[in-house]
């Protein structure tokens, strides 16, 4: 049977302070320049959810992408959406919401509600220019 990624895209917008607790004032300065601004600043981020499975023999369908939309909205995106990252979403608090850190806090969210399908890659886009993937390892 063959094997068929399938990927919705997402967008939302939300803001951050890249500050890692444990390092000093000028350590974090040092490290993160404008993005340690006390009072943040914000991107506007694209998300791509890739699922892979084998289509269905009746619908042709890998998973109904509507589903995920769905799911991805209810899940990663309203939560996150027009937030403050450091503070405001559960599943971010306590860790630094570099790009890196957020893409691997929303595969652990989606993993455990997809079933049928395996999460195969998500792609985060920051900027046009600074995206990270992630795999799962
Ligand atoms: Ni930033």
Redesign the pocket.
Known sequence: MPLVYVTRRMHFSAG?R?HAESLDEETNRGIYGA?NNPLG?G?NYDLEVTVAGEPDPVTGMVMDIKKLKDLIQKEVIDPMDHKFLNVEVPFLTRQVPTAENIVVAIWRVLQDKLSGVTLYRLKLY?TERNIVEYYGA
Do not use: P
């Open positions: 951050h890249l993005c600043h991107h920051e």
